[in-house]
């Protein structure tokens, strides 16, 4: 099984500041990465796949990067509306799916 | 618009069965595989299940294999999750998404399941 873990568990972050979240698996996955957002009461939203590709809708400020093992989810300039718990999901393994831990991005 | 919309939780004590129901619109179902996933309050999304397109294949996370039954009705594009053998453990709301190779793209508000 492919273990997906997530750093740093909780990251408090000024408005306007950048963000980076990273993303670690137990083995190489690939680019086969996807990034969601979650806000408090709400299901999941889709915000990266493929590593680095934005989902559409999803605005400029959110990036993707990585391979293999290390990925990284930067947001450019935190927004009030960005704070949630984000996730990274393996897609290597299709169709067994592994979620990482989740990273809490909260305001400082 | 893509829309997926569970149904069927409920409180049931330990042992207990329940058929969860997803309902989907808004794109071709029977072209697309589908997964259910699970978060426990308070915690992380674990992958619970998912079927092939025409649900030739069904696959399963260790933690449910034996006690859940996933099916799909393309005529009516719902999924369906038949919860057996429930444990406390299961408490949890149910999401179901469409899946792709890359990416889970939409997914339904959730159903919210008590074993107690």
């Known amino acids: 099984e492919i273990v997906m873990t997530q750093s740093p568990a909780t990251l408090s972050v000024s408005p306007g500041d950048r963000a980076t979240l990273s993303c670690r698996a137990s083995?190489?996955?690939?680019?086969?990465v996807a990034w969601y957002q979650q806000k408090p009461g709400q299901a999941p939203r889709l915000l990266i796949y493929?590593?680095?590709t934005r989902a559409t809708g999803i605005p400029a400020r959110f990036s993707g990067s990585g391979s293999g093992t290390e990925f990284t989810l930067t947001i450019s300039s935190l927004q009030s509306e960005d704070i949630a718990v984000y996730y990274c999901?393996?897609?290597?393994?299709?169709?067994?799916?592994?979620f990482g831990p989740g990273t809490k991005v909260d305001l400082k | 618009e893509v829309q997926l919309l569970e149904s069927g939780g409920g409180l049931v004590q330990p042992g207990g069965s329940l058929r969860l129901s997803c309902a989907a619109s808004?794109?071709?179902?029977?072209?697309?595989?589908i997964s259910w996933v699970r978060q426990a309050p308070g915690k992380g999304l674990e992958w619970v299940s998912s079927?092939?397109?025409?649900?030739?294949?069904?696959y399963y996370a260790d933690s449910v294999k034996g006690r859940f039954t996933i099916s799909r009705d393309d005529s009516k594009s719902t999924l369906h999750l038949q919860l057996s053998s429930l444990r406390v453990e299961d408490t949890a709301v149910y999401y179901c998404?469409?899946?792709?190779?890359?990416?889970?793209?939409?997914w339904g508000q959730g159903t919210l399941v008590t074993v107690s």
């Open positions: 998404a469409k899946t792709t190779y890359y990416d889970w793209d939409s």
């Open positions: 808004g794109f071709t179902f029977s072209n697309h595989a």
């Open positions: 079927i092939s397109t025409f649900g030739h294949f069904t």
């Open positions: 083995q190489s996955v690939s680019s086969n």
């Open positions: 493929g590593a680095s």
């Open positions: 999901q393996q897609f290597n393994n299709w169709p067994i799916f592994t």
